[in-house]
């Protein structure tokens, strides 16, 4: 081999030896989990489920009893102890709070809010919600109370308020299958919030009810999230607009790759 030739051959070397490891990490997060909100449980995220499965994620649903938040956050980190390795987690609603706090987890790379919470330690999302109201929180009577203390939507209410957005029919379903939430889970203050040390993304649905969109933004902004508004979208973005729902975790999940 001429010298020339081999320092041709040297550099090829040197060029595959750097590239291959960056290719390496540009592989996106596999593991995905789905961490659902109040008075609704994990099927809702069927839609979403299914389109990051036939991208080749491995996505897992958490049925948290919604019981009380420790409760809650102790069966996501059961989900994520479950995990063979780097994992997004992402919450909805209510789930924000959860993965805010369940977020530190050692497996989890990144954070997705989905027309979510997200309070700081110390804080918790029901005296947050009284900050910036939502037209929920101005409705008297949407939220009723079980005698031994747990919290649901009233079934007229479920449908224009929580899921506008999706065929009447749906809505009225999911109003009728709710989960009743216990009334502490909203305002027990949080003890680690995982967005100070872990990159998160965020989604406002712009015309939620449930969650004010400008409460939504003030989390994102703070988090310093990466925020996409999906306009129009109700408290049931993740369902009625699951193609962008996805599209942002899978987005998240290659950058989070890309950086690990």
Known sequence: MSN??????????ALLAVATPLAARAEPIKNVVLVHGAWVDG?????????????????TEVQEPETSFAADVNA????????????????????????????????????VYVAAHAPDVGEDE????????????????AIARTPDGYTYLQSSAFPTLFAP???????AFEASSQVPAAA???????????WHTKPSWGIVAGSDQIINPDLER???QRAGSHTTVI???????????????AAVIENAAQQVGSAN
Do not use: N
Not at 92 to 98: A, E, K, P
Not at 165 to 171: T, V
């Open 4 to 13: 020339r030739h081999h320092r041709v051959a040297v550099a090829l070397a």
């Open 43 to 59: 099927s809702g995220w069927r839609q979403v489920h299914d389109i990051l499965v036939s991208k080749g994620f491995h996505v």
């Open 76 to 111: 996501t980190r059961r989900i994520l102890d479950l995990q063979d390795g780097p994992t997004l987690l992402v919450g909805h609603s209510y789930g924000g709070s959860i993965v805010t706090e369940a977020g530190i987890h050692p497996k989890v790379v990144g954070l």
């Open 126 to 141: 029901g005296a947050l919600g009284k900050r910036m109201p939502s037209v929920l929180g101005q409705t008297p009577g």
């Open 165 to 171: 957005d999706l065929p009447r029919a749906q809505a």
């Open 184 to 194: 502490e889970v909203f305002t027990t203050p949080l003890s680690a919030a995982a």
């Open 218 to 220: 003030f989390y994102y």
């Open 231 to 245: 306009e129009g979208a109700s408290h049931s973005v993740y369902e009625s607009h699951a193609p962008e729902v």
